[in-house]
């Protein structure tokens, strides 16, 4: 009889981390600047996301079967199809193809419950791996490809958003821990945040505008919550570039809905004054000149 399967059917035990989706995100967050004062940097690690690989179905021979045929011997109906190398299928077939809806188990464990399309996995599903790391959404070809969530069984990492063959792409929301506290939600481009979007941290810093491959790039404004402290300008390659407007609140005028504060508008620097810029001090006084490292050097006046 004929044995269709094996003309089309793909196969990998590749299911490891996606070394393109495990990363660890460094992030510039500034430390207090007291009283318009010069302060340091300090890089903060983020937490990252994992995110497992789809098995693929490859070149596989059926070694026995178990359900309903057509009058040509074809598998049509309900079947359960034992393939060389111990993996298994049961759900629908089709004129000796898989179609409909079934259930594909792997021998290394990974699983797959949901539509099949002429022997591709395509339509919707879910995909579980060892770990208990889970898939459920649209699939094209065996990749995620659509609408879906991906939960990671190994950290409190999840995706819901677009897809596309098998990559974050589109507009998304990646929670980084369970309490959503830490998350970003905005656009991708292949895995990376990209374009528009906000991310939250764990801290309650929040930054909202421009990234470009994963790294806060363009028109953009920070919060640093646990400092006091707003950035709202330019930003090159995760820092603070070009024109922009930082201001240092220090409290709240009794009567007045404006917060006292020292704010700078000027040039930067990766993520240092410098250039031209003004400096306005809560006290009504400012300073109007260049600066070099976030001090003030070169022609400058104080008013």
Not at 131 to 147: A, I, K, M, P
Not at 166 to 192: A, P, T
Not at 199 to 208: E, H, M, P
Not at 263 to 281: D, K, Q
Request: with cysteine.
């Amino acid at each position: 009889m004929p044995e269709k399967l094996s003309e089309v059917l793909m196969e990998t035990t590749d299911s490891q981390l996606d070394d393109d989706a495990v990363e660890k995100a460094q992030d510039q967050e500034e430390k207090t600047l007291p009283n318009g004062q010069e302060g340091e940097s300090s890089k903060v690690t983020q937490p990252y996301d994992a995110m497992r690989n789809e098995p693929h179905l490859v070149n596989l021979i059926v070694e026995s079967y178990l359900g309903e045929k057509d009058e040509r011997g074809f598998f049509h109906g309900i079947g359960t199809a034992y393939f060389k190398g111990d993996h298994v299928y049961s759900g629908s077939f089709v004129n000796g193809l898989m179609d409909g809806t079934g259930l594909y188990i792997w021998s290394h464990g990974v699983k797959y419950d949901g539509d099949f399309r002429k022997n591709k996995i395509e339509g919707r599903g879910i995909y579980t791996w060892s770990d208990e790391s889970t898939y459920d959404g649209e699939v094209l070809n065996g990749l995620r490809h659509g609408q879906g969530t991906y939960t990671c069984g190994t950290i409190p990492s999840s995706y819901t958003g677009v897809w596309k063959f098998g990559k974050r792409y589109g507009e998304g929301i990646l929670r980084y821990d369970k309490e959503g506290l830490s998350y970003y939600d905005g656009h991708w481009v292949n895995n990376r945040r990209h374009g528009f979007g906000m991310r939250r941290y764990a801290s309650g810093n929040i930054y909202k505008g421009d990234w470009r491959d994963n790294i806060r790039h363009g028109m953009g404004t920070m919060h640093w919550h646990d400092k006091n402290e707003r950035y709202e300008g330019q930003w090159e390659n995760g820092f603070q570039h070009g024109q922009g407007e930082h201001s240092w609140y220090l409290k709240r005028i009794q009567g007045s809905q404006y917060p006292l504060r020292n704010y700078y508008v000027g040039e930067w620097l990766n993520g240092l004054r410098h250039g031209h810029g003004t400096f306005y001090y809560a006290t009504g006084a400012k300073y109007v000149g260049e600066w070099m490292n976030n001090m003030k050097h070169g022609n400058g006046k104080n008013f």
